[in-house]
Nanobody, 115 residues
Framework: QVQLVESGGGLVQAGGSLRLSCAASRSIFSIYIMGWYLQAPGKQRELVATITSGGSTNYADSVKGRFTISRDNTKNTVYLQMNSLKPEDTALYYC?????????WGQGTQVTVSS
């Protein structure tokens, strides 16, 4: 019911910034929660940040103060602004949507931070 397409990943130096985008196939005001997860090689996916239709946000402790999740309802897109990037942020980042009791995932976009 929801298709998600991520973009904006890439290679940056430590201290740099990236903005990830997640375009949804339907109006995001109909999706209660959208968020970002990361998965490093050989590890499980971890929650990065979420945002509700009401604008409430939640962040993992490791990214508080550095990452910001936001949404643009006119573009059906959720963003993750990543500042002060660290090598340990290197991972595949997935967009997710909680819609009518189910989780939907994008294909992922790679973020690599060099030291």
């Amino acid at each position: 019911q929801v298709q998600l397409v991520e973009s904006g990943g890439g290679l940056v130096q430590a201290g740099g910034s990236l903005r990830l985008s997640c375009a949804a196939s339907r109006s995001i005001f109909s999706i209660y929660i959208m968020g970002w997860y990361l998965q490093a090689p050989g590890k499980q996916r971890e929650l990065v940040a979420t945002i509700t239709s009401g604008g409430s946000t939640n962040y993992a402790d490791s990214v508080k103060g550095r990452f910001t999740i936001s949404r643009d309802n006119t573009k059906n897109t959720v963003y993750l602004q990543m500042n002060s990037l660290k090598p340990e942020d290197t991972a595949l980042y997935y967009c997710a949507a909680d819609y009518r009791g189910r989780y939907y995932w994008g294909q992922g976009t790679q973020v690599t931070v060099s030291s």
